[in-house]
T-cell receptor
């Protein structure tokens, strides 16, 4: 069965600093990968996804992620964060074939300080 | 409707009572998920419906939990003999197809006293 590990439960950064939120997955077969974001008191929304093709994926609000098959990682990055990026970020994986259910990591709470 | 609709938005119940949570997905979406969100636990997968296939129930935490999806549309999550540890936000999501973007409802916040 697939699983997702988000190595950092909380990441505090200062405004305009770069940030990387780490995500590793385990699966014996090919996967689709996603990052979702949950802003305070709001529902979850899709930030970006990797299905196939280029391993560097760009999403909304200046975020990007790189799929690294050899390291089974899908880290999320942004070169310069804003206060408004404060939110909880969830990495998720679907294993191709089988039931194709979407499994989430435990989330990383990003806090951007002035 | 335009989005995924869940009801009730809030439910307070006494330990031992049964509760039903409803999800109305986006029309035409074949995939429907239930997740449980607890503080520090992220989104815990509960159950997944895809079209007419048998649901993936591998995430249901105990036999007190069950879910059904009628006519490929509305879904109901039932929790029998609720316990305090069942307190959480229960999220429903749907997508047009497997591996598609999930659209989440606002959730049903369950509090078991």
């Amino acid at each position: 069965a697939q699983s997702v590990t988000q190595l950092d439960s909380q990441v505090p950064v200062f405004e305009e600093a770069p940030v990387e939120l780490r995500c590793n997955y385990s699966s014996s077969v090919s996967v689709y990968l996603f990052w979702y974001v949950q802003y305070p008191n709001q529902g979850l929304q899709l930030l970006l996804k990797y299905l196939s093709g280029s391993t560097l994926v760009k999403g909304i609000n200046g975020f990007e992620a790189e799929f690294n098959k050899s390291q089974t990682s899908f880290h999320l990055r942004k070169p310069s964060v804003h206060i408004s990026d404060t939110a909880e970020y969830f990495c998720a994986v679907i294993t191709q074939g089988g039931s194709e259910k979407l499994v989430f990591g435990k989330g990383t709470k990003l806090t951007v300080n002035p | 409707g335009a989005g995924v609709s869940q009801s009730p938005s809030n439910k307070v119940t006494e330990k031992g009572k049964d509760v039903e949570l409803r999800c109305d997905p986006i029309s035409g979406h074949t995939a429907l998920y239930w997740y449980r969100q607890s503080l520090g636990q992220g989104l815990e997968f509960l159950i997944y419906f895809q079209g007419n296939s048998a649901p993936d129930k591998s995430g249901l935490p105990s036999d007190r939990f069950s879910a059904e999806r009628t006519g490929g549309s509305v879904s109901t999550l039932t929790i029998q003999r609720t316990q305090q540890e069942d307190s959480a936000v229960y999220l429903c999501a749907s997508s047009r197809f497997a591996a598609g973007e999930l659209f989440f409802g606002e959730g049903s916040r369950l509090t078991v006293l």
